[in-house]
């Protein structure tokens, strides 16, 4: 099997978009990214496609030696999970991963949060193992942990 290419942050396509702005190969390479990461990767099995794509914006960042997005989250709008804009299904691809592509990625969805949503905080359900990563981003444990599809997880709350 031939190692994946190598990374060119310039590159990069970042694309924020509604769900009815992604092509229909685009959503294809979205889904297959998440699949790979959380069904395969962390054997989970859980329904991925839960309905709130379609009330979501998603960033990718996208490269053209690579089928599927290098990294990817989706916020889902105020109100329809939490009373506050949630980031969520956040994902870095095997490839990406250890070239701060991940950080890059949270970076860029909290302001595009405060771009889209305006004073209001940012709500997720972060696996309990990155609390320290999401806390870089101003993220607050504001919860106990707790299991969500077999994995410890911690409400975080970003203050608006």
């Known amino acids: 099997m031939n190692p994946d290419p190598p990374i060119d942050p310039a590159l990069l396509n970042w694309r924020w978009c509604r ?3 992604l092509s229909v190969f685009e959503l294809q390479a979205i889904y297959m990214a998440r699949q790979l990461v959380f069904s395969i990767e962390q054997q989970c099995a859980y329904l991925d496609a839960d309905g709130h794509d379609e009330a979501s914006f998603h960033l990718a960042a996208w490269s053209p030696a690579h089928t599927v997005p290098l990294a990817y ?8 999970k939490y009373a506050e804009p949630s980031i969520g299904r956040v994902i870095t691809s095997a490839a990406a991963r250890g070239t701060g592509l991940g950080r890059e990625l949270v ?20 696996q309990t193992r990155l609390e320290r990563f999401y806390a870089e981003v101003g993220f607050d444990v504001v919860g106990a942990p707790y299991l969500e599809d077999g994995i410890a997880h911690t409400e975080m709350l970003r203050p608006g």
């Open 19 to 21: 769900f009815d702005q």
């Open 73 to 80: 989250a989706r916020v889902v709008d105020p109100g329809r």
């Open 107 to 126: 970076r860029r969805a909290v302001a595009h949060c405060a771009q889209a949503f305006p004073g209001q905080g940012i709500r997720i359900s972060a």
